[in-house]
DNA sequence: GTCTATATGCAGATAGAC
DNA sequence: GTCTATCTGCATATAGAC
């Protein structure tokens, strides 16, 4: 970590913000500029390159897709209050940074590679717990038997899903975007149910 | 429907692998006419420009996501049939095209307008037929009060968002694209017991 | 209809003044 | 460090021969 000039900091916010709209490839050096309020050659001076700008950004934006998951994941909470939380954070998280989905997958289609960039199993810890609590749940018949791969994928899904099909909800289910935060906020009640549900034997 | 010459669907077949690969804006006319055998003026001579090449795909595309489910959605099968056959064809499906939600994704993320190029509203009577079940269900104590649509998007999240991911599958499990197979192979036998699950009161 | 050759425009990147 | 001006290359698109 050296001292970061203000300047760098600037454009980076920039980049961060049209590079989560259009994507690498759909972002113009000119539109990061323009939005951070200095000169093109500024971008080069800092950066480099276009590609190397967009990895930076990719990096920074990646680090914040899950770990916080993790971290509740792997705590001594019980089962339901992991559900619980987990949900009620991430949607409450993403509400707040509703294109980092769309953006993440974009990325990771156009160039899977980059998943490299990903800081490389960063849950095995957390897993291994929430498996031995399913597994616990499941011997003394509570619970129904499930691999913790599955079942994070599964409550993950939920929560992520509506925002990486935001424009479809309206074409299909007339969920306009004034009613999107409504919508977000009825999931956030019901999911746990759900997804408690879904494990119960 | 009009004959269409040969070359032209050649053209359009070409675009399609390459769109689907690459996205709209990361694609090459000079790629897609070298995987369509022909010369690169002939794209345009066809189909005017890049963008309505483009177009031509994701119309393609778009109608192919989606209208198998609201047929069994809105069919009169029992409800846990319903979840069986859909996760069921569903999984098969896209396993023939597992790009196919990551372009769409892809696209969307970066024209949100181009939802509209969807068909409208196609599920409505589905969609209906689908809330009746819950709510017969719900009524007589077997099922848990939920309304339709959230139901329906947590089925198909949790049935899509592993072929969105798949990248990071690797980085965060260790599953890599030789397990992918059978790991979606767990997820078709486990995923309706799962939603059925889910369901009960 | 299909090709080769070429025009056009634009985006990323550099040179060099200040 | 920050700017203006410019180069370079590439991708879309067109002209025109066959």
Redesign the pocket.
Known sequence: METE????EQILTAAHTVFLRRGT?G???????KEA?????????????????ADAVFRAAASNLLPGVFEVVGSALPLDQKIQTVVDRYIGFLRTRPYLPGYLVSELHADPDRAALLLPRPGVAALAALQQQLDAGAENGTLQPIRAEHFLINMVSMIIFPFLIRPMLDVIFGIGSDQFDAYLTERQRSLPGFIRSALRS
Chains 1, 2 share one sequence.
Do not use: D, P, W
Not at 27 to 33: D, N, S, V, Y
């Open positions: 000039s203000a300047t760098r490839s972002a113009r050096m000119q539109e990061i500029a309020g200095v000169n093109q050659a500024l971008l080069h001076y800092y950066f480099g390159t276009k590609q190397a700008l």
